[in-house]
């Protein structure tokens, strides 16, 4: 088959890391949630998770003060919500109520767990000497919740330009992993 060149500037899609998140950090007035696809796992134990907040973004300055923030992780019927919150700023809008999400109390921070997610992480800063000059952030995960009645929950991923797949079969192959 013959290979053509493709965009420089179309290449993340086909590297996307993992599924599409919610980020929510506590804001002063109130909580703030935004759609953030760009992340990796960094470690195992303790978990670390590396992700890129544009300076430009609201949440990034609310994240850089507070050091602390959840991640939420939600399923595919959550789409349309997930992606409206990633088309407006926290800044003019309470995107929890506009877009009917429940944020309910983390144990240990102070931004919220989004109800309607499958599974929630609540992280601390570990690492911002990326920040600056990237805008990466490495979170540790210091708590996860999970909701047990999800058992193959079907994930967003974000391809570029609008573009999401969905998570789809799951096959098991044998793992020196443990």
Request: aromatic share 8%.
């Amino acid at each position: 088959m013959a290979k053509r060149s493709y965009p420089l500037a179309k290449v993340y899609g086909l590297l996307e890391p993992g599924p599409v998140v919610l980020l929510t950090t506590a804001g002063k007035a109130r909580p703030d949630v935004m759609t953030l696809s760009w992340h990796m796992m960094v470690e195992f134990e303790p978990p670390l998770v590396a992700c890129v907040v544009s300076n430009r973004d609201y949440s990034y300055g609310l994240l850089k003060a507070a050091r602390e923030c959840v991640l939420a992780i939600p399923t595919a019927d959550l789409a349309e919500q997930v992606v409206a919150v990633g088309n407006c700023s926290g800044r003019e809008v309470d995107k929890f109520q506009a877009f009917g999400l429940t944020a309910e109390p983390a144990t240990l921070v102070q931004a919220p767990l989004v109800g309607e997610c499958y599974a929630n992480l609540e992280c601390r800063v570990h690492d911002t000497r990326m920040v600056n000059r990237y805008g990466i952030f490495i979170l540790e995960v210091v708590k996860a919740w999970v909701d047990p009645a999800v058992k193959d929950p079907k994930t967003l991923h974000h391809r570029g330009m609008g573009a999401f797949m969905v998570a789809g079969e799951t096959i098991k192959l044998k793992s020196a992993m443990k």
